[in-house]
């Protein structure tokens, strides 16, 4: 059974820092490429970072320089440090785990609360 359980979410002013964490199990995580995709209210689900099996990483512009996303293969955690958070970085952020192999398949976790907010 797949499980991907993120912590770390939470309340901060603007400009201060949170860090999220994945913790997967279920799936060979190694091969898996790993992801953090968020969505703020009356808004769709968008991709923020992922980083890849060999840990090539890429980031939605909005976060770029800001957030960095990063992956333990020994603990199968996949982290996501976030600074100089903004309001509009409120949003619910869920794990994803994805891989292709002829179709693609996504397992989520249930989501984690960020608010940025003075």
């Known amino acids: 059974q797949v499980q991907l359980v993120e912590s770390g979410g939470g309340l901060v002013q603007p400009g201060g820092s949170l860090q999220l964490s994945c913790a997967a199990s279920?799936?060979?995580?190694?091969?898996?490429?790993m992801a953090w995709y968020r969505q703020a209210p009356g808004k769709e689900r968008e991709l923020v970072a992922a980083?890849?099996?060999?840990?090539?990483?890429n980031y939605v512009d909005s976060v770029k320089g800001r957030f960095t996303i990063s992956r333990d293969y020994a603990k199968n955690t996949v982290d996501l440090q976030m600074n100089s958070l903004k309001p509009e970085d409120t949003a619910v952020y869920y794990c994803?785990?994805?891989?292709?192999?002829?179709?693609?398949?996504?397992?989520w976790g249930q989501g984690t609360q960020v608010t940025v907010s003075s």
């Open positions: 279920g799936i060979i995580f190694s091969i898996y490429t």
């Open positions: 994803n785990a994805a891989i292709v192999r002829g179709l693609r398949y996504d397992f």
């Open positions: 980083i890849s099996s060999d840990g090539g990483t």
